[in-house]
Each structure stands twice: as structure tokens, then as C-alpha cells.
């Protein structure tokens, strides 16, 4: 008895084998074929089919995903997905499939990112989901992924983004155990960031939601070394050449509201510059409008929700001007910079910050900040402060714009603005103290009319000094209507500083003259 059931779990056994052997080559150019007729833009190469008859189950190896427009390399790479009925919701009367894949790699580079872009076809209408379907006749409710990549490539191939060591499971995809809530599909993903960072993403969400999915989930990000996105912001005139970024908050983005509220965000040991130049100019004031709108489109909405408990920075901020002859740069040592409640939503108050910083590496600066809601345009109190920095370090800040150069002397500035009701009221007050313009032994380098220059701006320096403190001091009182209402807070930040700051400081020395300008005592 035992031998005659022995042979036919053998018979049974050679028959399994003998229809998964017919079976897998034609269902292998079936799927390959239903998955390229399905896809707008991109095609499919299937290596290999295993059919497994005893649970109705398919394993497939080195599938591969080229796009038309830029086959090389395959945007996507599964070297094994498996996928099977999920039995467990066939007892909740719903016949739904599992996917696992293991080690999957994802890599996109910029012109395949620039084809997607341009492309006239809506996400939705690629074919993806049908073209899973193809490769099993039933709709995913729960997917595994481990040990997968996602690698991104700008214009450098030697500094790519990439996440690592994915692992990503979601579950009730087409909500089979419960009824339709808001989010009622659980998700985790947790993967390495590059060589150091680490991710981790805990939520649930709504796969199933018109015109697309929604999502609520906590979020955590550590040691994310900020220069591999150095060839992506140098599109955007920034130079990064190191940094560590972390940050954790919530994000939920469905149709009816989209909310990103990040408690912390730390950025340490920075070092970076904004380049300014010539060449980029018109880009970069097309970039501070299209800003502006977007800021103008999100602020105050109320289904939008953009929220910064606390931004703290550290490390060394810094501007490049390449647009003056001799170029410049001005920046901020030892930076502390923190920033709290930080919104676009007018009813969550006051938003401050406070910095302090070495000013081009000697002198001391210190400054705060008040945002209150804006309603009719910006509202701002900003109070600054800098002492005792060895005007040398500015040497080439007073070529570019007072055509000399100093070889002594101590600078300070002292500022309060504020801005309401479209209104500006404050002063800005440089001090220039023990200045040397003209040193025979170190400037003997130098034409006989750059002597000359620098002499005759030494002589004009020495009469404006107050001779007591023997120091030049003049004040810049700011006052008026804001040229441009329509500007945001941080643009019109900026043009303090690059105007009323720099004509203050140089050499226009000529203000002290004016009537318009009152000596104000010493801080």
C-alpha cells in the first residue's frame, strides 16, 4: 500500500513538474508581452518564469525596465519577484495577490528625469497597474520589498543620491480587513541614506483614494551628509561643501489636505555659499518670482499647512559676488541659528530667530528677529549687531565697490528695522575705527596712481573721524514706504543687505554731510 502511494505522489509530483515545464515559456512571453502593451514609454525584458501549480504562485527573475526615450541604464532592475494569492484575505471573502521582491534597484538619471518630465502622459495612464496585472491576475493588497536601492543621478555620476538597504512593507492595500476609513492600509520603510543617513517612515494610508493616494505618516531622517546634493544645488547657484542634516516631523497629503509640520530640523557643521554672478543673474531673480508666487499661493491656505517647530544651524554661511571686479565674499564663521515656529498659517503667532556668528572670521555678530502674521505684506522687527571686525578681512568688499583697500582698522555696525503696514523705520549705523588706508612698506607693490588714490581716500577718512574716539562713524537712517510691497520678508532681508547695507559701509562716507543724516551716540 505504502509503495502504490508512494508512486503516486511521484506521478503527481512528475506531472506538477511536467505542466510548470510547458507552461512557464509561453507564460513568460505572455506577461512579457501583456506588461509592453500596457506601458506608454517604456518596455519590459523577462528572463525567466517559474510557475508554481500547488498554490497558484509565479517567481519571477531579472525583470528589467528601460525607458523608450533613454534605455541605458534600465530605470528599474527586479532580480526576484514573487507573487502569490494572499490567503488570508480569501477568509475575508476577497481574492487579492502578495508581492515580494527582493533586492530591487531603482536608478533614474537627469535625462531620463527631463523625458519624464516633458512627457504628455499623466502618471496614472502609464499602464502600471495593468501591468502588474499581467504578471498576476489579481490586485496587490500587500507588498514587501527587501534590500532594495534607489539610486538618482544628476549631472556627476561620482556623487549620486541613493537610498539603501530598503525595506518597505504595506499592507491592506485594497482595504480587505476593514471598512473604508480615511487610512486604513498600514505602511513602515525604513532605509539607509547614503553612507551614514538613516530613514524611517511609520504611517497609514488610503491607496485607494480619487485622484490619488493619501497618506499620514511620522517621519525621521539622521546624518544625512548634505554634499552629495552638491551637483543639484549648483543649478541653483549654491555651493555645498559639507554639512549633516537631520529632521522629524509628520506629513499627510491626501486630496482634501496637504500638511508638512517638521518638529526639528538641524543642519550642522555647514559650509556654504550663494554664487552670484553676472551670468546667472536673470535666472536668479526668474527664480525669486516664481518663489514669491508660490509663497503667495500657499500662505495662509487653509488646507495647506507648512510648519517648522524649530530650525537650528550651525557651521559657516557665506555670499559670493563674481558680478563685481574684483569679486567678493562675505560670510559668517561659527554660525548658531536658530529659528522657531516657523508657519504659513497666521494664527500659529510670532515666528523668531536669533544668530550668532564670527563676521569674516574675527568679528563678533549677533542678531534677532521677530515675524509676526502677515497680512497686509511683511511684518518684521530685525535688530543686528557686529564688533570688532579687522576691516582687512574686507579688502576686497572695498575694491569692488570704493576702489582702495585698508592694511588696519576695526569695523562695527549697529541696525534696528521694522517693517509694518507696508511702512519701514530704522537706520543703520557702520563704525570705522584705528583705519590705516595707506602703508608705504606694504603697498610699495602698487602703481603710483593707486598710492595717490588710496592717500587722497586716507586724507578724506581722517577728516570725517571723530577725532576723540578717532574713529569714522556715520549713520543711514531707513525710512519710507517699502519700495515693494508685494515682496516677501526674506527678498526684502536681502535688499537691506545688499543696498542700504553696502551704500552705508561704502566708501560713501559722504553721508555724513548730508542733512539727512543725525550723529547717533555710541552703542
Same mark, same amino acid.
Given at each position: 500500500?505504502?509503495?502504490?502511494?508512494?508512486?503516486?505522489?511521484?506521478?503527481?509530483?512528475?506531472?506538477?513538474?511536467l505542466i510548470s515545464y510547458l507552461i512557464e515559456g509561453p507564460l513568460r512571453r505572455q506577461m512579457e508581452s501583456g506588461m509592453n502593451a500596457s506601458l506608454?514609454?517604456?518596455?519590459?525584458?523577462?528572463?525567466?518564469?517559474?510557475?508554481?501549480?500547488?498554490?497558484?504562485?509565479?517567481?519571477?527573475?531579472?525583470?528589467?525596465?528601460?525607458?523608450?526615450?533613454?534605455?541605458?541604464?534600465?530605470?528599474?532592475?527586479?532580480?526576484?519577484?514573487?507573487?502569490?494569492?494572499?490567503?488570508?484575505?480569501?477568509?475575508?471573502?476577497?481574492?487579492? *495577490?502578495?508581492?515580494?521582491?527582493?533586492?530591487?534597484?531603482?536608478?533614474?538619471?537627469?535625462?531620463?528625469?527631463?523625458?519624464?518630465?516633458?512627457? #504628455?502622459?499623466?502618471?496614472?495612464? !502609464?499602464?502600471?497597474?495593468?501591468? *502588474?496585472?499581467?504578471?498576476?491576475?489579481?490586485?496587490?493588497?500587500?507588498?514587501?520589498?527587501?534590500?532594495?536601492?534607489?539610486?538618482?543621478?544628476?549631472?556627476?555620476?561620482?556623487?549620486?543620491?541613493?537610498?539603501?538597504?530598503?525595506?518597505?512593507?504595506?499592507?491592506?492595500?485594497?482595504?480587505?480587513?476593514?471598512?473604508?476609513?480615511?487610512?486604513?492600509?498600514?505602511?513602515?520603510?525604513?532605509?539607509?541614506?547614503?553612507?551614514?543617513?538613516?530613514?524611517?517612515?511609520?504611517?497609514?494610508?488610503?491607496?485607494?483614494?480619487?485622484?490619488?493616494?493619501?497618506?499620514?505618516? +511620522?517621519?525621521?531622517?539622521?546624518?544625512?551628509?548634505?554634499?552629495?546634493?552638491?551637483?543639484?544645488?549648483? $543649478?541653483?547657484?549654491?555651493?555645498?561643501?559639507?554639512?549633516?542634516?537631520?529632521?522629524? @516631523? #509628520?506629513?499627510?497629503?491626501?486630496?482634501?489636505?496637504?500638511?508638512?509640520?517638521?518638529?526639528?530640523?538641524?543642519?550642522?557643521?555647514?559650509?556654504?555659499?550663494?554664487?552670484?554672478?553676472?551670468?546667472?543673474?536673470?535666472?536668479?531673480?526668474?527664480?525669486?518670482?516664481?518663489? #514669491?508666487?508660490? *509663497?503667495?499661493?500657499?500662505?495662509?491656505? %487653509?488646507?495647506?499647512?507648512?510648519?517648522?517647530?524649530?530650525?537650528?544651524?550651525?557651521?559657516?554661511?557665506?555670499?559670493?559676488?563674481?558680478?563685481?571686479?574684483?569679486?567678493? $565674499?562675505?560670510?559668517?564663521?561659527?554660525?548658531?541659528?536658530?529659528?522657531?515656529?516657523?508657519?504659513?498659517?497666521?494664527?500659529?503667532?510670532?515666528?523668531?530667530?536669533?544668530?550668532?556668528?564670527?563676521?569674516?572670521?574675527?568679528?563678533?555678530?549677533?542678531?534677532?528677529?521677530?515675524?509676526?502674521? +502677515?497680512?497686509?505684506g511683511p511684518d518684521f522687527d530685525l535688530n543686528v549687531k557686529i564688533e570688532g571686525t579687522e576691516v582687512k578681512t574686507m579688502n576686497d568688499l572695498l575694491?569692488?565697490?570704493?576702489?582702495?583697500?585698508?592694511?588696519?582698522?576695526?569695523?562695527?555696525?549697529?541696525?534696528?528695522?521694522?517693517?509694518?503696514?507696508?511702512?519701514?523705520? @530704522?537706520?543703520?549705523? %557702520?563704525?570705522? #575705527?584705528?583705519?590705516?588706508?595707506?602703508?608705504? !612698506?606694504?603697498?610699495?607693490?602698487?602703481?603710483?596712481?593707486?598710492?595717490?588714490?588710496?592717500?587722497?581716500?586716507? @586724507?578724506?577718512?581722517?577728516?570725517?573721524?571723530?577725532?576723540? !574716539?578717532?574713529?569714522?562713524?556715520?549713520?543711514?537712517?531707513?525710512?519710507? +514706504?517699502?519700495?515693494?510691497?508685494?515682496?516677501?520678508?526674506?527678498?526684502?532681508?536681502?535688499?537691506?543687505?545688499?543696498?542700504?547695507?553696502?551704500?552705508?559701509?561704502?566708501?560713501?562716507?559722504? $553721508?555724513?554731510?548730508?542733512?539727512?543724516?543725525?550723529?547717533?551716540?555710541?552703542?
Amino acid at each position: 500500500m505504502g509503495k502504490i502511494l508512494g508512486g503516486i505522489v511521484l506521478v503527481a509530483a512528475l506531472l506538477v513538474w511536467l505542466i510548470s515545464y510547458l507552461i512557464e515559456g509561453p507564460l513568460r512571453r505572455q506577461m512579457e508581452s501583456g506588461m509592453n502593451a500596457s506601458l506608454k514609454g517604456y518596455a519590459v525584458s523577462l528572463r525567466e518564469v517559474d510557475f508554481h501549480p500547488v498554490g497558484f504562485s509565479v517567481t519571477l527573475r531579472d525583470l528589467v525596465v528601460r525607458q523608450n526615450a533613454h534605455p541605458e541604464p534600465p530605470v528599474a532592475h527586479f532580480p526576484y519577484l514573487h507573487a502569490h494569492v494572499h490567503w488570508r484575505a480569501v477568509l475575508n471573502g476577497r481574492l487579492v *495577490a502578495e508581492f515580494d521582491l527582493k533586492e530591487p534597484r531603482i536608478h533614474v538619471n537627469l535625462k531620463q528625469l527631463r523625458a519624464e518630465a516633458k512627457s #504628455k502622459v499623466p502618471v496614472e495612464e !502609464r499602464g502600471w497597474q495593468s501591468a *502588474a496585472l499581467a504578471i498576476y491576475p489579481l490586485k496587490v493588497n500587500l507588498l514587501t520589498i527587501e534590500g532594495g536601492d534607489l539610486v538618482y543621478i544628476d549631472e556627476d555620476p561620482k556623487r549620486p543620491l541613493y537610498l539603501s538597504e530598503i525595506a518597505l512593507q504595506a499592507e491592506n492595500i485594497r482595504n480587505v480587513y476593514s471598512p473604508e476609513g480615511t487610512y486604513p492600509s498600514p505602511f513602515s520603510l525604513e532605509a539607509k541614506i547614503f553612507e551614514t543617513g538613516q530613514a524611517r517612515i511609520r504611517g497609514s494610508a488610503n491607496f485607494l483614494a480619487e485622484p490619488h493616494p493619501g497618506i499620514e505618516a +511620522e517621519l525621521s531622517v539622521a546624518k544625512v551628509a548634505l554634499d552629495y546634493f552638491r551637483p543639484v544645488l549648483s $543649478r541653483y547657484n549654491i555651493k555645498m561643501s559639507k554639512g549633516v542634516f537631520a529632521a522629524a @516631523g #509628520k506629513v499627510e497629503y491626501a486630496p482634501d489636505v496637504k500638511i508638512a509640520h517638521i518638529k526639528s530640523l538641524t543642519a550642522y557643521n555647514l559650509q556654504l555659499d550663494y554664487i552670484h554672478a553676472a551670468e546667472t543673474a536673470v535666472k536668479e531673480e526668474e527664480r525669486v518670482e516664481k518663489t #514669491k508666487e508660490v *509663497a503667495k499661493e500657499v500662505s495662509n491656505e %487653509p488646507d495647506i499647512l507648512l510648519r517648522v517647530d524649530d530650525l537650528h544651524l550651525t557651521g559657516q554661511l557665506g555670499m559670493v559676488n563674481k558680478a563685481t571686479d574684483p569679486s567678493y $565674499r562675505v560670510f559668517l564663521d561659527n554660525l548658531d541659528f536658530r529659528l522657531t515656529n516657523l508657519s504659513n498659517q497666521f494664527s500659529h503667532g510670532e515666528a523668531k530667530a536669533r544668530l550668532q556668528a564670527s563676521f569674516m572670521g574675527s568679528g563678533q555678530a549677533q542678531a534677532t528677529a521677530t515675524f509676526r502674521p +502677515e497680512t497686509k505684506g511683511p511684518d518684521f522687527d530685525l535688530n543686528v549687531k557686529i564688533e570688532g571686525t579687522e576691516v582687512k578681512t574686507m579688502n576686497d568688499l572695498l575694491r569692488a565697490y570704493g576702489n582702495f583697500d585698508v592694511v588696519g582698522g576695526v569695523f562695527s555696525l549697529y541696525s534696528e528695522i521694522r517693517i509694518k503696514n507696508d511702512e519701514i523705520d @530704522g537706520y543703520l549705523k %557702520p563704525i570705522f #575705527k584705528d583705519l590705516n588706508v595707506y602703508d608705504r !612698506r606694504q603697498d610699495k607693490e602698487k602703481s603710483a596712481f593707486r598710492k595717490m588714490y588710496e592717500g587722497l581716500v586716507g @586724507g578724506v577718512l581722517n577728516l570725517l573721524k571723530n577725532q576723540p !574716539r578717532d574713529q569714522v562713524a556715520t549713520r543711514a537712517d531707513i525710512s519710507g +514706504e517699502v519700495e515693494n510691497p508685494e515682496a516677501s520678508t526674506w527678498q526684502i532681508i536681502v535688499r537691506l543687505v545688499q543696498n542700504a547695507f553696502l551704500k552705508a559701509i561704502l566708501p560713501g562716507f559722504e $553721508r555724513e554731510a548730508s542733512p539727512d543724516t543725525k550723529e547717533l551716540p555710541e552703542k
